[in-house]
């Protein structure tokens, strides 16, 4: 399993690294945000903070095991936080999710 996100790879992929087919998913279409590939340099990120949020209720929980398993190696540098949110919480939970994305900033 490689490390994602990661330089060339674009979301079906990383859909595809969680055993699913994007297809499979409703409304997933293969438009430009989802079949792009990444570009980024994966050492200048490498120390910084980084947060990961799930959302529990998420129509794409069935893939976040991939991330999951990226914070589990990496260890240090992660701060995972869990929401009871669809995959839209700046809909679904605005003010929660604001105040999150604060929080994460400030580190």
Same mark, same amino acid.
């Given at each position: 399993?490689? !490390?994602?996100? $990661?330089?060339? =790879?674009? &979301?079906?992929? &990383? @859909?595809?690294? #969680?055993? %699913?087919?994007?297809?499979?998913? +409703?409304? &997933?279409e *293969?438009? /430009?945000?989802y079949?792009e590939? =990444?570009?980024f340099?994966?050492?200048? $990120?490498?120390?910084?903070?980084?947060?990961? @949020? =799930?959302?529990?209720?998420? +129509?794409?929980a069935?893939?976040? !095991?991939?991330?999951?398993?990226? $914070?589990? /190696?990496? %260890?240090? #540098?992660?701060?995972? @936080?869990e $929401? *009871?949110?669809? !995959?839209? *919480?700046?809909?679904?939970?605005?003010?929660?999710f604001?105040?999150? =994305?604060?929080?994460? /900033?400030?580190?």
């Amino acid at each position: 399993m490689p !490390h994602c996100p $990661i330089p060339g =790879l674009t &979301l079906f992929d &990383l @859909i595809a690294y #969680g055993s %699913r087919d994007p297809m499979s998913f +409703e409304g &997933l279409e *293969p438009d /430009a945000p989802y079949v792009e590939k =990444l570009q980024f340099d994966g050492r200048k $990120i490498q120390s910084l903070p980084k947060t990961y @949020i =799930l959302c529990t209720q998420s +129509e794409f929980a069935s893939v976040t !095991h991939v991330a999951m398993q990226k $914070i589990a /190696a990496a %260890r240090e #540098g992660w701060t995972y @936080i869990e $929401i *009871p949110s669809s !995959h839209v *919480p700046m809909a679904s939970m605005p003010e929660r999710f604001s105040l999150l =994305l604060l929080e994460a /900033a400030e580190k």
